[in-house]
């Protein structure tokens, strides 16, 4: 069965430290890993998209990496801000059926 | 960059009632958009994709005929929710793609359902 697992859940930092968010997924073939921010309350705004070949894949404070050898892909927060705070989804893109496989989520909360 | 809304922003209605829920590409084509449901603290599940002029997928589980979904134009797909009862209130997520887009969904703001 195609899974997106994230960890951690959920997660509190102080604002200016880094973060590290984890993705692992079981979705084979695949054609593409993204990471998307989510606001509560709001639909999701893409961050990063990588293909398999692809190992890393920055944008701004967003650095996303893969290792398609494991199925692992994490996103790193440097210098963390209080916009910050929100869910971040790692979503894979199933290249057989073109749908998306969305993780559950890591909810991040950045304290002042 | 590609912009989907969707309308209204929230909705509160009497169990019973339907509702109907708008998303629109502004600027390209959409000829797919999907319908995602995502309950508090959980992540997007996919109801149904449907393509323009054709009728809906529904994913397994999902009652077609209680999600009603209409793509009768490029740029407008329709979500009524039928006889709404308070297990129907979620948020209700669309998405649309279209040609040159390399599959890539652009996601809408989403809508806030209540059922009273």
């Known amino acids: 069965k195609n899974q997106v697992e994230q960890s951690p859940q959920s997660l509190i930092i102080l604002e200016g430290k880094n973060c590290t968010l984890q993705c692992n997924y079981t979705v084979s073939p695949f054609s593409n890993l993204r990471w998307y921010k989510q606001d509560t309350g709001r639909g999701p705004v893409s961050l990063t998209i990588m293909t398999f070949s692809e190992n890393t894949k920055s944008n701004g404070r967003y650095t996303a990496t893969l290792d398609a050898d494991t199925k692992q892909s994490s996103l790193h927060i440097t210098a963390s801000q209080l916009s910050d705070s929100a869910s971040y989804i790692c979503?894979?893109?199933?290249?057989?059926?073109?749908?998306?496989?969305f993780g559950t989520g890591t909810r991040l909360k950045v304290l002042a | 960059g590609a912009v989907v809304s969707q309308h209204p922003s929230w909705v509160i209605c009497k169990s019973g009632t339907s509702v109907k829920i708008e998303c629109r590409s502004l600027?390209?084509?959409?000829?797919?958009m999907f319908w995602y449901r995502q309950f508090p603290k959980q992540s997007l599940m996919l109801m149904a994709t449907?393509?323009?002029?054709?009728?809906?997928?529904?994913e397994q589980g999902v009652e077609k005929d209680k999600f009603l979904i209409n793509h009768a134009s490029l740029t407008l797909s329709t979500l009524t929710v039928t006889s709404a009862h308070p297990e129907d209130s979620s948020f209700y997520i669309c998405s649309a793609t279209g040609l040159n887009l390399n599959n890539e969904q652009f996601f809408g703001p989403g809508t806030r359902l209540t059922v009273l």
């Open positions: 979503v894979v893109n199933d290249s057989g059926t073109y749908k998306y496989i």
């Open positions: 600027d390209f084509q959409a000829t797919t």
């Open positions: 449907s393509n323009e002029g054709s009728k809906a997928t529904y």
